[in-house]
């Protein structure tokens, strides 16, 4: 019986886990597609897709595989599975969501600005999803958690350095970057600290059913753009 839970709690704990994933890459393709600038990652994806071509997806796995290499040099150990999925699965989905025909970029200012709100908020709770299933960071968060504990500088200064970083090398690639890429910087923060208690206890209760051991809880606190 005891071990009959235990495969219901994996199966449900992926579950949530790949479906927090289909939904953080519908949120990124809508931000993209609303055309006003894209978040600082995938501005450096665009880039290197307009500069060399290949898909945004595959240079999202690309861009992971590099990004999971320093990080597991610096650590000196090897990626969580769940790092490794994220790196793979959601290149894939970005590809699936830019290859659907009806999901276009809107003629109308208004119609760009409310599909890159939803997009922002849609990733929030893909972000909030994924994460509450405790499966592991994704690539860029295994890179920050590496140089933070390289260098001993606090977790949101790495952040922004790297953010920085991706967003003027993909600037300087020719991704896009706009209005939206600021909404997102401001806004990606605070809505997976709202989304992510919720959907946590959410994936709590669905994980632990039959069994009288909470999980930790995780508080939120550096986690932003986490694809």
Not at 2 to 19: P, Q, S
Not at 128 to 148: E, F, W
Request: net charge positive; with cysteine.
């Amino acid at each position: 019986m005891k071990g009959h839970h235990r495969i219901n709690k994996l199966l449900v704990k992926w579950t949530i886990y790949f479906t927090g994933l289909l939904i953080m890459a519908l949120g990124i393709v809508l931000i993209i597609k609303a055309d006003l600038g894209a978040s600082p990652w995938d501005v450096l994806h665009i880039g290197l897709f307009k500069q060399i071509g290949f898909t945004i997806g595959t240079w999202s796995i690309l861009v992971g595989f590099v990004i999971l290499g320093i990080s597991s040099i610096m650590l000196k150990a090897l990626p969580q599975l769940g790092a490794f999925l994220n790196m793979l699965t959601v290149g894939v989905f970005i590809d699936m969501y830019m290859a659907i025909p009806f999901l276009v970029t809107p003629g109308a200012i208004l119609g760009k600005v409310l599909m890159l709100l939803i997009g922002i908020i849609v990733s929030g709770y893909g972000i909030g999803i994924y994460i509450s299933s405790r499966c592991g960071a994704g690539p860029r968060d295994s890179l920050m958690i590496a140089l933070t504990e390289k260098t001993g500088m606090k977790v949101q200064y790495i952040r922004a350095i790297m953010e920085i970083v991706v967003l003027s090398i993909g600037w300087l690639l020719g991704g896009p970057v706009f209005i939206g890429t600021v909404i997102f910087s401001f806004t990606i923060g605070i809505i997976v600290g709202y989304t992510l208690p919720r959907c946590q206890m959410i994936a709590d209760n669905l994980m632990n059913k039959g069994s009288k051991q909470p999980e930790q809880v995780i508080h939120f606190d550096h986690f932003s753009n986490s694809n």
